[in-house]
Each structure stands twice: as structure tokens, then as C-alpha cells.
């Protein structure tokens, strides 16, 4: 259910294909997190994408990302990215590090991911971002 906010603190080490951070099964009524081929973040429920351009590569960093239908983010170490339309997939049944349906999975590292059914504050948030930065050496 959203509102969703969902921290991580990982990296992605591999361009040759899709990179799921998370993804939850229901083909167009999900939730999902990935970094593409073009190194784009995404947020997406498998109809509506938010997309940023400019996902770390190779580095380790903290996502925030936050499902709440055309009030979506993405946010890397602390800083917005973009915001937008990621629409209103559900989160039953997420699968961390892979795509729902294929052999497509996060090549790289999931430190830490943190979940939470709900919007934070923006002291909450940034004191989740403050812990996993500091955890990551950030």
C-alpha cells in the first residue's frame, strides 16, 4: 500500500542490464526500483515511471525513494533527483535484488534497505539518510 518510503544504502556495479533494487510481483499494479542500462534511476508500478538520468555508478550510495502515486521521488545521498508520477503499484509480495518475473537481478550490493508504510517528516527522513550515509561511510 502507499504511501511507501523505502531507503537503501547499496551499489549497482554492472550496465549491461536492467538492476532491480526491488520489485513486486503484479505485472502493471507494482512496485519497483531500478537502475537501467543508462544508468537511469526508476520508481515505476509498471505503467508510470519516474525517471532520473544520473544514477551512481559503481559507488556506493543512499536511495530514498518514495511511492506515493504523482507526489513520487527519488532522492540520492540526501539530494532530489527527481519528482513525479511513479503511480500507485502495490508492495505485497516485493522481492529484493531481482525483477518479479525474470533472471534480471541487481548485480552489485544491498547493504541495508529500510521500509516504511507511511510518509515521513522531512527530519525523520533525513535522519534515515544521516544513519545509512554514516553506515556507508558517506
Known amino acids: 500500500a ?20 526491488y520489485d513486486a510481483p503484479g505485472g502493471v499494479n507494482r512496485t519497483a526500483f531500478l537502475l537501467d542500462t543508462a544508468d537511469d534511476m526508476t520508481a515505476s508500478d509498471g505503467v508510470a515511471n519516474l525517471v532520473d538520468g ?10 530514498t525513494v518514495y511511492h506515493n502515486g504523482s507526489s513520487s521521488y527519488i ?25 518479479f518475473s525474470s533472471s534480471l537481478t541487481l ?19 533525513t535522519s534515515v539518510e544521516d544513519y545509512l550515509k554514516t553506515r556507508g561511510g558517506l
Do not use: C, K
Open 107 to 125: 548485480d552489485g550490493m544491498i547493504t541495508e534497505m529500510i521500509w516504511y508504510n507511511a510518509t515521513l517528516s522531512d527530519g525523520d527522513r
Open 2 to 21: 502507499q504511501p511507501l518510503t523505502v531507503f537503501i544504502l547499496g551499489i549497482s556495479t554492472n550496465t549491461a542490464a536492467y538492476r532491480f533494487f
Open 75 to 99: 532522492r540520492t545521498n540526501s539530494v532530489q533527483a527527481v519528482s513525479g508520477n511513479a503511480g500507485t503499484g502495490s508492495s505485497d509480495g516485493v522481492i529484493m535484488g531481482q525483477h
Open 54 to 63: 544520473d544514477g551512481p555508478m559503481d559507488l556506493f550510495a543512499v536511495f
